[in-house]
């Protein structure tokens, strides 16, 4: 089956504008999360879904950054007035629940802010 | 703070020698353990946990609490080996959330 799809690959925006990255995650998977991966740094949690629950977004960085998942499924996270530190691989997992399941993640996008 | 500290960057062995793969920690509780892999154009993913005790493609990994330590071991590497690999943390108090903590990775290379 179809493995955790993100879209675009790759994204190159200029500073101040904003952006929408794009996670589909596999068929049934109930919880999603999104980390980034800046350069030299290691993968940095932003956001997780489960279900109907109240999403946790103790690591948003910022304001500018929120996100969605619409019918339990697709996630769109959101970049608002982009800054160059934003530059990073931005990464969606899936997982089937919340428990000690696999997280079986996307190939990311990168995302450069010029 | 939970913090997964890999103190090489990079490694570089031979084929057919031993690699051992740091991974520290530090969490007061009684943390689960992954290590993650991601091979060249490749997207990551799982190689191991601590709780399954498996050994998967001739890697190991044994949880030692007590120097607060998850080493990825292997006896004789092979040039498919060579990839990025990441140590993760699951607190154990997380709840139903099962955001990873991750090291910096370290990247493995084997030369033939």
């Known amino acids: 089956g179809a493995g955790v799809s993100q879209s675009p690959s790759n994204k190159v925006t200029e500073k101040g504008k904003d952006v929408e990255l794009r996670c589909d995650p596999i068929s049934g998977h109930t919880a999603l999360y999104w980390y980034r991966q800046s350069l030299g740094q290691g993968l940095e949690f932003l956001i997780y879904?489960?279900?109907?629950?109240?999403?946790?977004k103790s690591g948003l960085p910022s304001d500018r950054f929120s996100a969605e998942r619409t019918g339990g499924s697709v996630s769109t996270l959101t970049i608002q007035r982009t800054q160059q530190e934003d530059s990073a691989v931005y990464l969606c997992a899936s997982s089937r629940t919340s428990g000690s399941n696999e997280q079986f993640f996307g190939p990311g996008t990168r995302l450069t802010v010029l | 703070a939970q913090r997964v500290t890999q103190p090489e960057k990079l490694l570089s062995v031979f084929k057919g020698a031993p690699v051992e793969l740091k991974c520290n920690y530090s969490y007061s509780g009684s943390p689960e353990l992954f290590w993650y892999v991601q091979y060249s154009r490749q997207r990551l993913q799982l190689l191991l946990r601590?709780?399954?005790?498996?050994s998967i493609k001739g890697f190991t990994a044994d949880l030692n609490k007590g120097e607060t330590s998850f080493h990825l071991k292997k006896p004789f590497a092979q040039e498919e080996d060579s990839a990025m690999y990441y140590c993760?943390?699951?607190?154990?108090?997380?709840?139903?959330?099962?955001?990873?903590?991750w090291g910096l990775g370290t990247s493995l290379a084997v030369n033939p």
């Open positions: 601590h709780i399954s005790r498996e």
């Open positions: 993760a943390l699951i607190p154990s108090r997380a709840g139903n959330n099962r955001k990873l903590i």
């Open positions: 879904f489960q279900g109907n629950s109240a999403p946790d």
